[in-house]
């Protein structure tokens, strides 16, 4: 049996060879410093392993005053690269690609450095109060996104994906429950995306392949956005070249969300058609069936796990039986499955073991 999930996709002149993808999930195993250590080749070089046909790492911060929280990775300095490329082998060495998620905490930031915000709003009455960022903070932030994707593009990744969601700053100039300025980029929904179009701009200028950008299609509180704010929003990415939206939700503001297999679905169906751009469908999505039919019903272009492949780094494999569908694997592990095909040819163990021991 064929599954449209386990057919290969081509985004911007990259193949994937599923479109299956491991979502974003902070790890807080850094070092201090934002440095990579064997614990993240090894997690993400399995799920690549596992069968997925894209690795997104998580939230890199492009500043030091940006990581979601303690242990966080980091894309703010060059020394970085070395170890994002030892993760980005690790992916490439298992058939998936690779792709890096770039953003900033904003006033939800996670170390004990001073925050900064669109405006001087604490994200809980019991937030410390970020700085209302000026012009010259904006301008840094921009370029910071800008060199982020460049050592990217030089730690040898796949996609590029600006974090644009879950109340992080992009998010917090999107959303007027966040954003109160009386200047350029505050007010209209053209005035508070400006920043994101600066954002794309200069990540456009280093970076020619696959583009993504996460969105929260809604805030879940009166006065904050909906997903028809980003049929606007999402209008000017596209027109910007941003490739696939990843449509998740929330994060802005302390909400009680009410969640079920599917839930945020319905926005990237939304974004899907009237916009006609690729979108990701995230959201408790659990079996390899859910995961078809929102492929099948033309409700989003690929399907990305979270927790899910948390729990089961073979989750691909596992969809692929839900399935019926047969999937080659590597030849150390066929004996343990009839119904395996042996066409993967064996890892020489010296390669195995380069992996993590660079």
Known sequence: MSALLFEPITINGVEFR??????????HSASDDGKINDFHVIHYGARALGGAGL????????????????????????????????????????GAKAGAQIGHAGRQLGIDLPSIAPSAIPFTPESRVPQAMSIEQINEVVEAFRQGARRAREAGFD??????????????????????????????????????????????????????????????VEGGNRPEDFLIYGNWMKEQGIDL??????????????????????????????????????????????AEEILQNGRADIIL??????????????????????????????RYGSGWQRSQPRLPAADLASTVEQ
């Open 159 to 220: 996609v590029i994906e600006i974090h644009g969601a879950h109340g992080y700053l992009l998010n917090q100039f999107l959303s007027p429950l966040a954003n109160k300025r009386t200047d350029e980029y505050g007010g209209s929904h053209e005035n508070r995306y400006r920043i994101v179009r600066e954002v794309i701009d200069v990540v456009r200028s280093e970076w020619k392949g696959p583009l993504f950008l996460r969105i929260s299609s809604t805030d879940y």
């Open 305 to 334: 796990v979270g927790r899910d492949m948390l729990k089961d780094p073979f989750w691909a494999r596992t969809a692929a039986d839900d399935l019926n569908v047969v999937l080659p694997v590597p030849a150390q592990y066929t």
């Open 245 to 290: 939206i990843d449509c998740s939700s929330g994060g802005i503001a302390m909400v009680q969300v009410n969640t079920y297999p599917n839930y945020q679905v319905p926005a990237a169906e939304l974004l899907r058609r009237e916009l006609d751009i690729k979108t990701g469908a995230v959201g408790l999505i659990e079996t390899g069936r859910q």
């Open 18 to 27: 599923n479109r299956i993808a491991m979502s974003p999930m902070c790890m």
């Open 55 to 94: 690795i997104m790492l998580e939230t890199a911060s492009v500043l030091p005053n940006g990581p979601i929280g303690p242990g966080d990775i980091g894309i703010w300095d060059d020394s970085h690269i070395e170890g994002l490329s030892r993760v980005t082998d690790a992916i490439h060495r298992f």
